[in-house]
């Protein structure tokens, strides 16, 4: 059983940066993929973003390709995501995932989450 608890959302102003953590429980916490998913109101939960259990691999959903990126502390047990210029659109309870195998864009692949934590920007 894995456990995972995020934190370092809120509100923010457009063009803003913000880093999400994710810290996991467990000892073999370098063997689990990670991911981001972020559900904004009256959406579907989508892909944000992935990463290897290593830290060699990251993956990205296109639109968000430059603006986000994905970093792991295996000593810490915590995934990040570093998000820079921010945007309304970009509002959205964000949550973390974990998988065993190799990192996947299908929240239907992944084993554990995360409570989420709100992201909120303003215009």
């Known amino acids: 059983q894995v456990q995972l608890v995020e934190s370092g959302g809120g509100l923010v102003q457009d063009g803003d940066s913000l880093r999400l953590s994710c810290a996991a429980s467990?000892?073999?916490?370098?063997?689990?993929?990670m991911g981001w998913f972020r559900q904004a109101p009256g959406k579907e939960r989508e892909f944000v973003a992935a990463?290897?259990?290593?830290?060699?691999?990251?993956y990205y959903t296109d639109s968000l390709k430059g603006r986000f990126t994905i970093s792991r502390d295996n000593a810490k047990n915590t995934v990040y995501l570093q998000m820079n210029s921010l945007k309304p659109e970009d509002t959205a309870v964000y949550y973390c995932?974990?998988?065993?195998?190799?990192?996947?864009?299908?929240?239907?692949?992944?084993?554990?989450w995360g409570q989420g934590t709100q992201v909120t920007v303003s215009s």
């Open positions: 995932a974990s998988r065993r195998t190799y990192p996947a864009w299908n929240q239907g692949e992944y084993d554990y």
């Open positions: 467990g000892r073999t916490f370098s063997s689990y993929s």
């Open positions: 990463i290897s259990g290593s830290g060699g691999l990251t």
